[in-house]
C-alpha cells in the first residue's frame, strides 16, 4: 500500500440485536448491486476486531474512486440497509497514508 492508494477505512460497531450473519448478509447484497458495478471500484473487506469492532476497507484504482464510491452508499436501498445495521456513533472514517 502507497500513499494515496485508493483505500477508505470505515470502522463500527453493530446496533444491539444485530449479528454477524445478518451484517454478512446485508454487506453481500450491497457489493452485488452497488458496488461491483461502481468505476474503479476492485474490491472490499470487512475485518472483524475484538471487542465487536469491524473494519470496512473499500479498494478501488485511486483515491479519488475509493471516496466517490464510498460517497454514493447514501441512498441506494441496498447500501442503507447494510448502513442500517451500524451504530451510527460509532463510526469512524479513515485513509491510508
Not at 464510491?69 to 441512498?75: M, T, V
Request: contains cysteine.
Amino acid at each position: 500500500m502507497n500513499a494515496g492508494e485508493g483505500f477508505e477505512l470505515g470502522r463500527f460497531r453493530l446496533k444491539p440485536g444485530v449479528t454477524e450473519v445478518d451484517l454478512l448478509a446485508a454487506s453481500a447484497a450491497m457489493e452485488a448491486a452497488h458496488l461491483d458495478v461502481q468505476p474503479g471500484f476492485i474490491k472490499r473487506t470487512l475485518v472483524r476486531l475484538e471487542g465487536g469492532v469491524y473494519l470496512d476497507v473499500v479498494c478501488a484504482r485511486s483515491r479519488v474512486d475509493a471516496e466517490r464510491i464510498c460517497a454514493s452508499w447514501i441512498g441506494q436501498p441496498d447500501c442503507e440497509r447494510f448502513l442500517a445495521l451500524i451504530e451510527a456513533d460509532s463510526i469512524e472514517f479513515g485513509t491510508i497514508l
